[in-house]
């Protein structure tokens, strides 16, 4: 089946090096055998350049195909159109559209999840083109942004229990905290410390200073490192910076001497602990679904291409277009840990020995369980 969602489908890209010498990888054009511009790996239909993507593998192409899910219910009636659901099961009842919105079935109904913010569809010939709500000729309407909390943000359906108790772009959902971890009265004035989502209920710090003497610079950053044996997949990462790094340190206020200011993640979260940052001793690093789900990947797409960052700036403001860590090791090679470059949004695993930015996170509640 090919893939058809935009910002979820996931995938590694290759190219030429810059000297233009080869990387061993084919060129493209040689594996799209009819020429629309979807790789025969991930066309269902390697021969035929009026259509690739085929659903429920009926042999039918989606622009021609009047049940794409192949569960017996025409898409025209079905709450549910491109997954499998002949129960049209739907617990929410038909009734509660208030509480209900989306008009979805069970099988496909929102998640707890935030959305994913991109406005854009990824269709040839015209990739990357606003959201539409054309019915088949560019399959806008089956990909990320036809659906999910964005789109009803769109249509003005976010309402009744879905309604935002905050604001942000799109479907995203923050409200701004004092110093004390309190909300702010007036969110449009006032400096915030750390950020809530009110989607997910995790709390985020947000960079407030570039103070060089702020637990929180914008511009520290900090070699992955962890102690705990049930996070560290046996290889604890970096303590203090290396010998061959000259005389450059990651972070403000290091002292070689002083185990407390070294410039590595265990030793972040232990100062924002200590200092009881926005009122709370519960600060650790995200896994990388965490920190995926503040990524606003049409975020990148409004900003200057010189400093594109994929995060809500209302918001995340101070946040570096550079790599930030997760909790989260690569599973294939412990030495290393997964990243997000900001910039874009993109999942980069990264040696434990390099020194990246990090953004701390929190359950919603006091004395939260790491786990």
Known sequence: MACILLTACGGESSSSSNNGTSTGISDPIENDLDGDGILDAHDDFPNNPDQYLDLDGDGLGHTEDDDNDGDGILDVNDNCPYVANSDQADSNGIDDAPNDPSGLGDACELSTLNDTGQEDYGAFPSANSSCSADVNDNLSTIQDCSYGRDKLTKDNKLVGELAKTGAGDSAFDFTKLDSSGIPLADQSA????????????????KKISSNDASVDSQFDSYYWFDEDEDWNAGVIGTNTMPANVGIEQPCAGYVKEDEATWCNTQAFIKRMNTANYCGANDWRLPSVDELSSIIDYGEADKTDQNNRVAIDQEYFSRTQNRNYWTRTNDARLTASAWSINMAYGALDTEPKARNWYARLVR????????E
């Open 190 to 205: 006032g400096i915030s410390y750390c950020i809530k989502d009110n989607v997910t209920g995790l709390i985020w710090e």
């Open 363 to 370: 359950d919603n509640k006091q004395g939260a369980s790491n």
